[in-house]
């Protein structure tokens, strides 16, 4: 099992800028690719960042040039940099985790934090 905690969401002015952090405990070894996912009000979940265990990143197309994933495997953490913010970002963050056990991935997910971006 997995456990996932994030944090970091709050309410920042647009153009402001945000740091979005997801504590990972457990069984931390069997983690494999990490990844902010959001779901704005009456949208469906979409894709922020993922990020392999080696480091390679991707992006969706909303963020790409103002959000930098980056993970520390040391302190079990996955981090979310987000600048420029724009109104449109306003949703709430979830920590995503795939992790194998034998043969088979399972997903986990954090509680989700809130990231509402308004003057």
């Known amino acids: 099992q997995v456990q996932l905690v994030d944090s970091g969401g709050g309410l920042v002015q647009p153009g402001g800028s945000l740091k979005l952090s997801c504590a990972a405990s457990?069984?931390?070894?069997?983690?494999?690719?990490m990844g902010w996912y959001r779901r704005r009000p009456g949208e469906q979940r979409e894709l922020v960042a993922t990020i392999t265990v080696g480091g390679n990143t991707n992006y969706g197309d909303s963020v790409k040039g103002r959000a930098t994933i980056s993970r520390d495997n040391t302190k079990n953490t996955l981090l979310l940099q987000m600048n420029s913010l724009k109104p449109e970002d306003t949703a709430t963050y979830y920590c995503?985790?795939?992790?194998?056990?034998?043969?088979?991935?399972?997903?986990?997910w954090g509680q989700g934090t809130q990231v509402t971006v308004s003057s």
């Open positions: 995503h985790a795939v992790a194998r056990f034998g043969s088979y991935d399972y997903d986990y």
């Open positions: 457990g069984s931390i070894f069997s983690i494999n690719d």
